[in-house]
């Protein structure tokens, strides 16, 4: 093999293991991501606690606080299920992307390992 099919195959080989460096970087970016999405905890605490503990403590009682607790409860409740379904669908799209990521450092690799090959 001449000398000028060599340097051809050495910066082929650079430039893909470029290419994979880059890829690490992401999927390190997207791991660490993952972790703080995964340790997140989504819940939402009413501070009020319940109709009787307002009755009791800012001494306001009748129907429309309790109403107003109990819509209180079931917006807060929504609001932590809808965080929740958001930060389990970001979860799922970095699985996609980091199971992407895998795949092409896998090609890359394989790409080099036939280069390497095609030399010898």
Request: include cysteine; proline fraction near 1%.
């Amino acid at each position: 093999m001449g000398k000028v099919a060599l340097m051809t195959d050495e910066s082929a080989i650079s430039g893909l293991r470029s290419e994979i460096a880059k890829c690490n970087v992401k999927k390190t970016e997207l791991e660490e991501l993952k972790a703080s999405l995964c340790s997140f905890d989504p819940t939402v605490e009413y501070v009020l606690k319940s109709h009787s503990h307002i009755k009791w403590t800012y001494y306001l009682a009748g129907t429309k606080y309790s109403e107003e607790t109990d819509d209180e409860k079931k917006a807060i409740n929504y609001t932590q299920l809808n965080l929740k379904t958001h930060i389990d669908n970001a979860i799922s799209a970095i699985n996609i992307e980091l199971s992407n990521l895998t795949s092409q450092i896998v090609s890359l690799n394989h790409s080099i390992d036939i280069i390497e090959a095609s030399k010898k």
